[in-house]
């Protein structure tokens, strides 16, 4: 490469320094960004941090009002939101017991809590697979840079082997830079999953469970109180 190579000639000529495993690693790039912005987008879609309706619709609930409940909740598309209202539905539905209807209701929260955690095991394979393909493509680039030493002999020059080394070291350094935004990615989303889980567990035991007065208070706590966080 030289200071007159164009950009694209630039990283083509950084990707066949590093064949076969920079092909796979500009791969695995491209697979990863697609699947965070696309999560990003899902999280970002749903509103799916959103608990500001939450506290409203149980109190209504607890108030004999559930259909106003309801209304609420369908204006939401989360899967707060789709597990609240199924948990209502549930619970007015005469042929189920409130154990059914509690049962049946966790069990949907927890259909939802799965689809929440989709494509995060892509990348976090994708996180695990990078380092390990830039370790492997530095390897065999060694193998082959000593391998040039070995059939040059006598002429072996410093440059020759500082050369081949930091041409093996890219695809090192090329896993790494892929690895950690990953990894990041991946542990903020899954933040963003627990805290749903978290307060979705919450939300479903204050629904099948009436109000508790605390000692010294004038009237149960109330529900907006306990769930009127909004999106944090």
């Keep these: 490469m030289t200071a007159k190579d164009s950009l ?19 791969l695995l790039s491209l697979l990863a960004v697609a699947l965070i912005i696309v999560k990003a987008w899902e999280f970002w879609d749903l509103d799916i941090r959103d608990r500001s309706y939450v506290g409203r619709a149980l109190m209504l609930f607890h108030r004999g009002l559930p259909e106003d409940a309801l209304t609420i909740l369908q204006e939401h598309r989360g899967p707060m939101a789709q597990s609240l209202t199924v948990a209502v539905a549930a619970y007015g539905d005469t042929n189920l017991t409130r154990e059914e209807a509690q049962e049946f209701a966790r069990v949907y929260a927890n259909e939802r809590l ?48 500082s050369g081949g080394i930091w041409e093996a070291l890219l695809t090192t350094a090329a896993g790494l830079v892929i690895a950690i935004p990953c990894i990041a990615a991946l542990h903020g989303f899954e933040r963003v999953v627990e805290r749903l889980q978290t307060d979705l567990e919450s939300a479903l035991t204050r629904l099948f469970t009436p109000p508790v007065a605390i000692p010294g208070a004038a009237e149960p706590t109330p529900l907006e109180t306990l769930f009127g966080r909004g999106s944090q």
């Design 8 to 26: 694209p000639d630039q990283a083509l000529a950084l990707l066949q320094l590093g064949a076969p495993a920079s092909y796979l690693l500009l």
């Design 114 to 161: 799965e689809e929440a955690r989709g494509l995060l095991r892509p990348i976090e394979v994708i996180s695990q697979l990078a380092p390990l393909t830039g370790l492997l493509g530095t390897v065999l680039g060694m193998i082959s840079a000593f391998q040039a030493l070995s059939l040059a002999g006598d002429r072996v020059s410093p440059a020759q082997l």
